[in-house]
Structures are given as C-alpha cells and as structure tokens.
C-alpha cells in the first residue's frame, strides 16, 4: 500500500554558484523558458527522483553551461514563500569556485540561450532569489 502525506511536498531543485576568485566573476545562464524567461539567472533546476542533490546540481550545470565539475561545497537551502512563481519550491544550492582557464570553456545548453561570466561587483537583473543565494555566498 503506498504512502500518503497529510502535508503538502514542494519541488525540490539545485542551483550552482560557479566563480572565479582570480577575474571576480561569477557564471550565469540566460534562461530559455519560463518563468523568467530572457531573464539571468544561476544555472541549476529540479532534481529528478531519487538524485542526490549533488548531482542533480552537476547535472544541471552540465546541462546548461557545459561545465564538468566536481565537488562543491553546500552554501545553503533556500524555500523562502514566493521566489518561484510556479509554485513552493525548495533550492539547496551548493558553491564552486574554478580557475580561470574554465573561463572561455562554457556553451548554453539544454535550458539556457547564452552563458556568461559576469563581474560580482557589476551583476545584471536576476531571476527567481538568486540574487541572495548569491549574497549568502559573501562573495
């Protein structure tokens, strides 16, 4: 017999937080879909049935910017009401900090229009909380 929950479940999904410390720029995705659509944002998105976090992220990252990474280091999870438009939504995002050959080796992908490197001192309007996901991260 399955289970059945009394409380409501949100989505569940994992964005990366990809800089260089050397150039002081931080990677962003410019979405391709809705919501946001033509809007920046950190590359990530929903984690697939029973995927780590992790590697939903990577896979994300992946996906969207044709980056292979490893590791990462959780920076926090994030679910305030409201910062996704489709509905309750939980992020846990986690940090990478890359060198500055990776720099020219990204591409847009599955979800993203164009990928660039932005200065963190100089960042475009951004999507969904991402601003303060950003933030958090004290670069």
């Not at 989505?11 to 937080?17: E, H, K, L, M, R």
């Not at 969207?64 to 489709?86: A, I, Y």
């Not at 992908?109 to 164009?114: N, R, T």
Request: hydrophobic share 40%; glycine share 8%; aromatic share 12%.
């Amino acid at each position: 017999m399955p289970y059945t929950y009394d409380y409501p479940r949100p989505a569940f999904t994992a964005d990366a937080v990809v800089y260089c410390a050397e150039a002081y720029k931080i990677l962003l995705i410019n979405r391709k879909n809705p919501p946001f659509e033509e809007k920046w944002a950190l590359p990530g998105g929903f984690v697939e049935k029973n995927e780590l976090p992790i590697n939903g992220c990577l896979r994300e990252l992946h996906e969207e910017t044709g980056l292979q990474l490893t590791g990462g280091h959780l920076l926090g999870v994030f679910g305030e009401e409201g910062r996704d438009p489709r509905g309750w939504t939980v992020s846990v995002a986690y940090l990478f900090e890359v060198d500055k050959a990776l720099l020219e080796k990204v591409k847009a992908g599955s979800d993203s229009q164009e990928v660039a490197w932005f200065s963190i001192s100089e960042l475009p309007a951004l999507a969904f909380d991402h601003l303060d996901i950003i933030k958090s991260a004290g670069l």
